[in-house]
């Protein structure tokens, strides 16, 4: 059924830009808050940026504010992740996940993308 697939991942220096996308198929991404979180090896699993279903509230965590902007695509329904200043710390993979109505939940994730910050 629902397929979310993550790109634009690799490696980059610190300071430099990325944008990450996340093509969903099997839904319309706009009838769903949909959520950006990241793994780094030996951490646990980070909230990094969500937008709600409409698409006019958004939520970044602290350690990215400024720096990441999502936002959604509904022609293409696609997720980005812009992300500019990259530091080290935000090596890790990234997922996309779909939120269940109501709740903080998320029921579906994709297989995520890394992402290396390195010089």
């Known amino acids: 059924q629902l397929q979310l697939v993550e790109s634009g991942g690799g490696l980059v220096q610190p300071g430099g830009s990325l944008r990450l996308s996340c093509a969903a198929a099997?839904?319309?991404?706009?009838?769903?808050?949909i959520a950006w979180f990241r793994q780094a090896p030996g951490k646990e699993r980070e909230g990094v940026s969500c937008?709600?279903?409409?698409?006019?509230?958004?939520y970044y965590a602290d350690s990215v504010e400024g720096r990441f902007t999502i936002s959604r695509d509904s022609a293409k329904n696609t997720l980005y992740l812009q992300k500019n200043s990259l530091k080290p710390e935000d090596t890790a993979v990234y997922y996309c996940?779909?939120?269940?109505?109501?709740?903080?939940?998320?029921?579906?994730w994709g297989q995520g993308t890394q992402v290396t910050v390195s010089s």
């Open positions: 996940a779909r939120g269940v109505a109501g709740t903080r939940l998320y029921d579906y």
């Open positions: 099997g839904c319309t991404l706009g009838d769903f808050a």
């Open positions: 937008i709600s279903k409409s698409g006019e509230s958004t």
